[in-house]
């Protein structure tokens, strides 16, 4: 028996209206109203359960489930889900991406700090904006680990916890916004644990040799963190509890069916996490802002603590670290090889691993990859990873975890995570008797098209992580989808590299705000909200000096052909010379005070860099 069965069923489908200032939330069925109804008062925020309401106007709304509500200066606002399509299927239960979102009660606000709040919560919520990639399912808890999960259905007695109790509060993304309704009780059914993060899936997939024939499916899960949560340059580093930006576990789950029905079930997790010393790099306009780092007696109990909170968790740590040995990210580097070594001086179960991708891999030598892989061989064979069922061996678990860091912690980690997670495959595989994992090339010659399906769910996996945190799709994608790198590749990073400027200086200050809204990073107090003032953007003068450049380009051409009447000197002086000078001043201008161009978050610029 299974603690999903015996979890209270969730409502999947319920009809919303507006009456007055209240929202009333009718669950739904086939035959029509089940159970009671909910009512949400949008001036109080009170929620109620009522009598259930058997028939619904023709306006009302469907909605999938409730992400939350929140409560400000004049009203209060609701965020229900009114939109989500099938993704994949996980212990097997449908999970669902949010396509739609809708936000009630903004009509009845009366302040203007409250509109700019509630707007921030909107654009936080919407998928269409900075709400991008939420997950969730009716039947399991998509926060756990398939390990975590059958070790709690395993442990589990006594009265069952709903589905919001039992989630992983690191990835229980709408854990604020729900708190309304997890204090109000007996509103179990309504609360709907959302996971920001990705979700990828093949299936179906087939193995076959002459004497073997498996059925399959591989799902990729990232589950993003709620602590540090941000952007690429607002949130750096550690804070002061040892929480790191950027962090995100993922889990490859593979399962094989045989012939006659035997189900194997694989897990291998490994995550990822920004350096954990109390570092920063505020955006100055610059392409690479300067990285400022604490004193070491600063940063010693965040480094403590963060290592002290995964070995509590995974048990066994391997930190691969993939940043440059020299310049600044040598400066970081070293002060993480200082650390570790301080760290293990008293403690055991971390391991240290610096490889310089950079410097072994260039552009794109990525064979190298292979070195990384002859260090930390070992290791991963030691730590193993989830499996249950009685296909491809006994039963185990996996003893530790991967920790992969590059800077960001987004282009080279996908690289190396896409590496490992092809090495549990192979292992899988291998124990099922389908290839030989020790031949590196047995899964392209052996099943070819899995191969190629699989390096495109990695380098989804990639960009889904990468859009989240620096605004575009993960660098360096071409070869986790196809093995190679290519000029086109390389221009495609280019393209990318320069969204991300723009992003990370213009329009990332505001993304902060909201996310630290929804999370609860920040709390409207009864004084009222700040005013929430953007500046203006450096777009508009940065566009117009490319537009007189390209507008002098033009006159000199005709200038060399003879097109233009008078004397070529006075013309190429007016036309060429004045135009390009007046375009360098503005770009110089820009450069010069660049800082008041930039997009700083308002609502919480403390947590930028966390020690003075």
């Not at 269409?128 to 009716?138: A, D, T």
């Not at 048990?315 to 670290?321: E, F, G, I, L």
């Not at 575009?472 to 990073?493: N, Q």
Request: hydrophobic share 40%; with cysteine.
């Amino acid at each position: 028996m299974t603690v999903q069965a015996q979890q209270p069923q969730m409502h999947s489908l319920m009809k919303l209206q507006e009456y007055g200032g209240m929202v009333i939330l009718q669950p739904w069925g086939e035959q029509g109203a089940i159970g009671q109804s909910l009512t949400f008062d949008m001036q109080t925020g009170k929620l109620t359960l009522a009598d259930a309401i058997g028939k619904m106007q023709k306006q009302s709304t469907d909605v999938f489930g409730i992400m939350g509500t929140a409560k400000l200066q004049t009203g209060c606002v609701l965020v229900a889900v009114t939109g989500a399509r099938k993704v994949a299927v996980v212990r097997g239960c449908q999970v669902y991406q949010v396509t739609d979102t809708k936000l009630y009660g903004k009509y009845h606000l009366n302040s203007k700090d409250d509109d700019k709040m509630m707007e921030l919560i909107e654009e936080a919520c919407d998928p269409g904006v900075f709400g991008q990639q939420f997950f969730f399912s009716y039947g399991t808890d998509i926060t756990l680990t398939q390990q975590r999960f059958t070790s709690l259905s395993e442990s589990s007695s006594g009265e069952p916890k709903p589905q919001w109790a039992r989630a992983d509060k690191r990835f229980f993304w709408n854990r604020h916004l729900t708190q309304s309704l997890t204090e109000a009780g007996g509103l179990d059914r309504f609360v709907l644990p959302m996971m920001l993060g990705s979700i990828g899936e093949l299936r179906p997939l087939q193995f076959q040799t002459p004497d073997k024939h498996y059925g399959a499916s591989i799902t990729l899960i990232a589950r993003r963190s709620i602590q540090r949560i941000g952007t690429r340059h607002w949130r750096r580093g550690a804070d002061t509890q040892g929480a790191v930006a950027n962090f995100v576990e993922s889990e490859q789950i593979v399962v094989l069916e045989d012939k006659q029905g035997n189900v194997t079930t694989s897990s291998f997790v490994q995550i990822r996490g920004s350096i954990p010393l109390l570092w920063s790099q505020i955006p100055n306009i610059k392409y690479k802002p300067p990285t400022r780092i604490a004193p070491p007696t600063e940063y010693h109990p965040a480094f403590d603590r963060h290592f002290k909170d995964l070995l509590e968790t995974y048990q066994d740590v391997v930190a691969v670290n993939l940043v440059n040995q020299h310049g600044s990210e040598g400066i970081l580097a070293q002060a993480f090889q200082d650390e570790a070594q301080r760290f293990c001086q008293t403690s055991t179960g971390l391991r240290l691993v610096a490889f310089d991708f950079h410097k072994q891999c260039g552009a794109s030598n990525y064979k190298n990859l292979s070195r990384l892989w002859d260090t930390i061989k070992q290791d991963f064979k030691r730590q193993g990873f989830f499996q249950s069922g009685s296909v491809a061996g006994d039963k185990q678990r996996q003893k530790g975890v991967v920790r992969v860091n590059c800077i960001d912690c987004l282009d080279r980690t996908n690289v190396v995570q896409g590496l490992l997670g092809r090495k549990h495959l192979e292992y899988v595989l291998d124990r099922a008797g389908l290839l030989d994992a020790t031949d590196i090339l047995a899964l392209p010659n052996t099943f070819p098209q899995v191969e190629k399906r699989f390096k495109w769910l990695w380098a989804d996996h990639g960009d889904d992580i990468s859009r989240q945190y620096a605004g575009t799709g993960a660098l360096k994608s071409g070869f986790t989808r196809t093995g190679k790198r290519t000029t086109f590749g390389l221009l495609d990073d280019g393209v990318k590299s320069i969204v991300r400027y723009y992003l990370n200086n213009f329009c990332d200050g505001r993304k902060q705000d909201a996310v630290d809204l929804v999370t609860g990073n920040y709390s409207i107090s009864k004084d009222g909200p700040p005013v929430v003032s953007r500046m203006p953007s450096a777009w508009l003068p940065v566009a117009l000096a490319l537009n007189i450049v390209v507008w002098a380009w033009f006159n000199s051409i005709y200038l060399a052909l003879g097109r233009l009447d008078g004397n070529n000197f006075v013309n190429f002086a007016q036309l060429v010379m004045l135009p390009c000078m007046l375009a360098f001043t503005i770009i110089y201008a820009v450069g010069k005070f660049g800082e008041k161009f930039i997009d700083r978050p308002q609502l919480r610029p403390d947590l930028s860099q966390v020690w003075k």
